[in-house]
């Protein structure tokens, strides 16, 4: 079966059209493959997990009997030796884990208001 020949510029025009707008969405459409999407939800999710559970970190550095010498131990650190302070007091441990989380630690420093100085 052959095609009429006024068929041809337009096939090439759809396709045009149709990478066209393939690029334009990926690149400022806003649209996402299903394997981006997934690490920007676990992304979120870890956020958040981290976000509530600075109560509990807060609530075990307020009733560590030792708290004013760990607080002067992270307090004298600067940078990131902060962060490793913090997780070695460990008030940075999520219940039901062995180790510390570098996030957690992080956002409890920022709660504790220890970067002010």
Known sequence: MTFPEWTKPGFYGALGGAIAISILGFSWGGWTTS?????????????????????????????DPERAEKLASIQDASGFGRRRAMM?????????T?????DLAAACIE????NES
């Not at 070695?88 to 039901?96: F, K, Q, R, V, Y």
């Open 35 to 63: 394997g981006t999407a997934q690490e920007m939800a676990q992304d979120h999710a870890s956020e958040e997990v981290t976000m509530a559970m600075v109560p509990v970190c807060l609530d075990m550095s307020a009733s």
């Open 88 to 96: 070695e007091t460990g008030w940075a441990t999520l219940p039901g």
């Open 98 to 102: 062995d180790t510390p989380n570098s």
């Open 111 to 114: 709660e504790l208001e220890l």
